[in-house]
Each structure stands twice: as C-alpha cells, then as structure tokens.
C-alpha cells in the first residue's frame, strides 16, 4: 500500500488533465454542431438525408486510425488546407492540443449526432403543430418545444460523446501525436507505459479511465431513471 501511495504522489497527471480538457471542449464542440446538423438533416428528402446521415456517421464505424489518416492528409503542413492555416491564419493542427480537439471531435460527433437526431424524431408532432399556431417563429418552436422535449436523448447523446472523447485513441495519436505535457492523453499514456513493460503506472491508469467511465454511465443511468420517474408522474 505504501508503494503504491508513493506512486501515486509521483504520477505525472498532465494526461488526466488534457484528457478532460479534451473531452470537454470537444464535447461542446459536437453538442452544438450535432444539435444543428439533426436538425438539418431532418428537413432533407430521403435519397439526401441518405447519403449526409451515412457520411456524418462513417467516423462511428471506421476505425480511429483510419479517421486519423484522413485528418493527417487534410491537415498536414505539406497539404493545401494545413499550409492555409498555418501561412495565413497561424493555425497548426498536427502536434498540438488543437490536434487532439479535432480528433476527439470527429470520432464522437456521430453519437451526438444520431442521439440528437432519434430524440427530435421522437417528438410529438402534434406540440410543433400548436407552436405555429400559436404564431411562434421556426427557431423559436425549435428551442422553446423541441429541444426541451428530446432534452433526455440530447443529454444522453452529450454524456457518451464526452465519454467517448475522454477515451480517444487512434485518431489522436495520427493526429496530435503523443507530446508529453501537450497532445499526451491518458490512453496514450497507458499503451507507452506497457510498451515500456511498466505494468503497475499502466493499472493505475486503467483504474482511473475506468472509475472516470463507470462515473459516467452511472450518472447517465441516474439521469434516465429520473426522467422515466417524471414520465410516470405525467
């Protein structure tokens, strides 16, 4: 126990904390862009919504390094697109923090997308239909009725985006590399120190993504209850 707390004291968290950061900014980032691309696409006829709905929830089935690879060619400095940003705007994307956001962003966007999009779906049509007759404008009937009555889908879909960021791997590591202090993230952390042969640093992170995680699904699942609780009561 004593070794293990002396562990603990010397653990270099800087990957915690750039995971969080990560996971929260990149969260805020797929919430708003999600919420509006749902919305978007739910007024498309069929063959478009097709076809966007596939392109939009690729990134959820190919595999992260592949979704990394593409964000390399597109970003890189030696591309068109990363040469602009970085000439002309001075922004960098490869090997740094803004690399990690976008990766993370780009992986869980999907899940915030189809959650907000099978909860707007799910709304009775019949409160949109009372809104206009009511004289409300499109935008208002959207925030003031739609959004509050898919709120426990939306917020289910931000829970797991954010769990899904925290935990970025393949992508991230294309993207943003692994720079100690900077684009190190905490999986990034754990598969270095097994490469390395220090299993016990690696259990210790595991423990921690793991106690992270099970906190969310557990907040997730108190937020459901409730909410079928209030659902009852109606």
């Not at 691309?37 to 959820?60: C, I, N, Q, Y």
């Not at 097994?194 to 595991?206: E, F, H, K, P, S």
């Amino acid at each position: 126990m004593q070794e293990l707390w002396e562990i603990l004291k010397t653990l270099d968290y800087s990957p915690l904390w750039i995971s969080l950061k990560t996971g929260l900014v990149a969260t805020a980032v797929c919430f708003f862009l999600g919420v509006w691309t749902a919305r978007s696409v739910m007024h498309m006829g069929k063959r478009a919504k097709a076809f966007v709905d596939g392109l939009l929830t690729l990134p959820m089935v190919l595999p992260p390094t592949v979704a990394g690879f593409f964000l390399l060619l597109i970003f890189s400095l030696r591309r068109p697109v990363g040469t602009f940003l970085y000439q002309e705007l001075s922004i960098k994307v490869v090997q740094t923090w803004l690399g990690c956001i976008l990766a993370a962003s780009v992986i869980a966007f999907p899940l915030m997308y189809r959650n907000a999009r099978a909860a707007f779906e799910q709304v009775d049509i019949e409160l949109i239909y009372a809104g206009r007759t009511l004289g409300m404008s499109e935008r208002k009937i959207f925030w003031r009725v739609v959004l509050p009555s898919a709120g426990p889908g939306v917020v289910s879909g931000t829970i797991l985006t954010f769990a899904r960021a925290l935990g970025e791997y393949g992508a991230t590591s294309m993207l943003a590399g692994n720079i100690a202090g900077k684009t190190g993230t905490i999986s990034q952390r754990i598969a270095m120190v097994i490469q390395n042969g220090d299993y016990r640093t690696a259990g210790l992170w595991v423990a921690i993504i793991l106690l992270i995680s099970f906190g969310i699904v557990v907040v997730m699942n108190l937020f459901a209850d409730a909410n079928l609780k209030n659902i009852k009561k109606w």
